[in-house]
């Protein structure tokens, strides 16, 4: 894949995750490190998020339980937890994702990352998507 593709494929995957009411995590990259913010779109989204085998909506989950578990609920989670919302996941089937982490990534990586969510949520009922 060429450095364009890969450029423009990133781009079409955080436009369908990112679309509508998510932060702007990449955006402001722009001003101090827009080679990060390229590396990102590139590699993390044109490169591994567009690789076959598991659908955009399975790689939302795997990455919202991913930065839960490592304690990670800052803006990131926030954008890919209301960017999982945007592919489908309802918010019932987020919370019990959230709640199995209390299990592998202890009781409180769950109870923050739920907190965040609750957050997270409250402010995507505030949000209609663009048609």
Do not use: C
Not at 71 to 76: M, Q, S, V
Not at 79 to 99: I, N, R, S
Not at 102 to 119: N, Q, R, S, V
């Amino acid at each position: 894949m060429s450095d364009d593709d890969r450029s423009k494929k990133g781009a079409d995957i955080l436009a369908q995750l990112h679309a509508w009411g998510t932060p702007n995590v990449l955006g402001p990259l722009e001003q101090i490190a827009p080679d990060l913010k390229n590396m990102v779109r590139d590699f993390a989204f044109g490169e591994i998020y567009a690789r076959p085998g598991l659908a955009l909506k399975q790689r939302q989950l795997v990455t919202v339980t991913a930065l839960a578990a490592m304690g990670n609920t800052g803006i990131e989670f926030k954008a890919h937890l209301l960017g999982a919302l945007k592919v489908g996941w309802t918010k019932e089937e987020l919370v019990e994702a959230l709640m199995q982490l209390a299990i592998y990534a202890g009781f409180p990586a769950a109870i923050h990352a739920l907190l965040a969510a609750k957050d997270a949520f409250a402010e995507a009922d505030g949000i209609s998507p663009a048609t």
